[in-house]
């Protein structure tokens, strides 16, 4: 497994390529270990990184499954992450919006940010639908605003009648 490296005078690691790999190992060692036989895990769900890309910053997003939770998460894929302690809260911009993230810390992984979707994940009855549901909210998140419709046109009985205007 190949931990975040940092770049040349950063003192964080970076991702280089997508971290979708390392992100399935550790998480499927932590499902092994601190989190096996928790009442709060769903057995119906295994650890699966889903839809990871760059951001228009260079850093990873995507969502993580886990049998605990359902997580967007995001990692630093260039320089410019921000610096902050664990537990802390960073807000990441996105062309869907502007989202709160939580800081966090793994000794496999290093520093990422996460934001809870589903927390436990007892909801979801099988496992493709939590991917399902994980690729669809990727897929929102990197997804332009819907624009507003537009103002609906006056319109005279005559225009509505098809006799013009």
């Known amino acids: 497994m190949s931990l975040a490296q940092p770049l040349p005078g950063a003192a964080i690691g970076v991702w280089a390529g997508d971290p979708s790999p390392e992100l399935v190992a550790v998480f499927a060692a932590i499902a092994d270990t601190r989190m096996r036989d928790l009442p709060i895990c769903n057995r119906q769900l295994r650890v699966e990184a889903v839809g990871f890309q760059r951001t228009a910053a260079g850093h990873w997003a995507g969502a993580m499954v886990t049998p605990w939770a359902?997580?967007?998460?995001?990692?630093p894929g260039a320089t410019g992450w921000p610096a902050l302690a664990a537990c802390a809260k960073h807000e990441w911009e996105f062309p869907s919006g502007c989202y709160e993230f939580t800081v966090a810390d793994e000794a496999s992984l290093g520093n990422y940010?996460?934001?809870?979707l589903f927390s436990p994940a007892l909801e979801f009855d099988s496992h493709e639908a939590a991917r399902l549901t994980a690729l669809a909210a990727v897929r929102a998140l990197f997804a332009e605003p819907l624009a507003e419709p537009a103002a609906p046109r006056a319109s005279s009985r005559r225009a509505f009648l098809g006799l013009g205007r």
């Open 70 to 75: 359902v997580n967007l998460l995001c990692l």
């Open 113 to 116: 940010h996460l934001c809870s």
